[in-house]
């Protein structure tokens, strides 16, 4: 996650921009062609099967990519901004408090005709930089052994859950700070929630791999974590469950979007009507994930969509405030 301070995008950017999208609208019927590299966090599998589908539609366009973490990506971007020589033409990356800061840098091309038509409205940046591609939900995981069946996230503060819980840290993962901020945003006790935790015991600390890990073994209760995982792995036979609070989940969207400085912005756009399309968010679903689309099911295993409710979140509220968060988290759990 990146912190920047960069212009918001001009008025003359977004009206050139406009006018490349009406035109590439007008020759819609033509087949793109030429290359495209994209630089993303999905996994290598995740990453190649979303390439094949994009090229059975278009098959003159050439597409490979870097796959890293989200952090490294964007460390790798900003060398090669700093060298004056940024590489990718597109990014499907972790999370938008990242797209944030690359629009307010003005590093992303708007796309305007990008038909978001069947989307919520927030799900996407307003000017159309960035748009959100799935929904990754973080809730609540217990181990079936438990005595309390958690309900809410005030359950975790309870004496059961004492020395119970373990949460990743948003002092080591963009997307726990996006889960961070949107509790203390959203719960009445905001930040107070994480004190209470704190004195009961919580360990924020790893990812949600060993999250997962402590909890199926019995090493803690419960955890905070990423939907797909503990729901995988109960369909494998682990002793958990998943639960979605009563408060409701946050969310990361695994956003994609062009950079201003890509050599084929046409195809570059045709990659992101694809994503955003539904055959593309079919695809999301077929990986096990819960698409962004509304229209789309969730993977077997996942609750109905309309018991998911999201808890608000304002990615530029988030970048602004993203130090003092950390700060206030870190004087919390004394790290």
């Known amino acids: 996650m990146i912190k920047t301070t960069g212009k918001p995008t001009s008025g ?18 033509e087949a793109q062609e030429g290359r495209l590299l994209l630089y993303t966090s999905q ?5 190649q099967q979303t390439i094949d589908a994009f090229k059975a539609r278009h098959p003159k366009v050439e597409v490979s990519f870097v796959r890293d973490g989200t952090p490294r990506i964007i460390a790798k971007l900003q060398a090669e901004f700093a060298a004056g020589q940024p590489q990718p033409d597109l990014l499907l990356i972790a999370d938008s408090v990242t797209m944030e800061g690359l629009k307010r840098d003005n590093r992303l091309l708007p796309h305007p005709a990008a038909d978001v038509s069947a989307y919520p409205a927030e799900l996407h940046d307003k000017d159309r930089t960035w748009f959100s591609t799935k929904l990754i939900t973080t809730g609540i995981v217990y181990n079936v052994r438990a005595a309390m069946k958690p309900a809410s996230w005030m359950d975790l503060a309870r004496p059961e859950a004492k020395g119970q819980l373990a949460m990743p840290s948003p002092l080591a993962s963009g997307a726990a700070l996006i889960h961070t901020v949107t509790l203390a945003r959203n719960l009445g006790a905001g930040w107070g929630f994480y004190e209470q935790l704190q004195k009961n015991g919580a360990l924020a600390a ?14 803690k209760m419960y955890g905070m974590i990423v939907d797909f995982m503990p729901i995988r792995e109960k369909a494998k036979g682990a002793p958990v469950e ?40 079919e695809l999301a679903r077929r990986q096990g994930y819960l698409p962004a689309h509304p229209a789309v099911a969730p993977p077997e295993g996942f ?3 309309e018991s998911l409710k999201l808890m608000a979140f304002d990615p530029a509220a988030a970048l602004a405030g993203e130090a003092a968060s950390r700060k206030r988290f870190a004087d919390i759990f004394g790290q």
């Open 206 to 219: 790893g990812g949600n791999g060993d999250i997962l890990r402590q909890v199926a073994t019995g090493e």
């Open 303 to 305: 609750p109905p969509r």
């Open 12 to 29: 003359r950017h977004w009206a050139l921009a406009l006018c490349a999208a009406m035109a590439m609208a007008a020759g819609a019927a």
């Open 43 to 47: 996994p290598n599998t995740d990453a």
């Open 242 to 281: 998943f639960v979605v609070p009563a408060e409701g989940l946050s969310a990361v969207t695994e956003p994609v979007a062009i950079l201003s400085t890509s050599k084929n912005p046409e195809a570059a756009r045709a990659f992101v009507d694809f994503v955003l399309s539904r055959e593309g968010q």
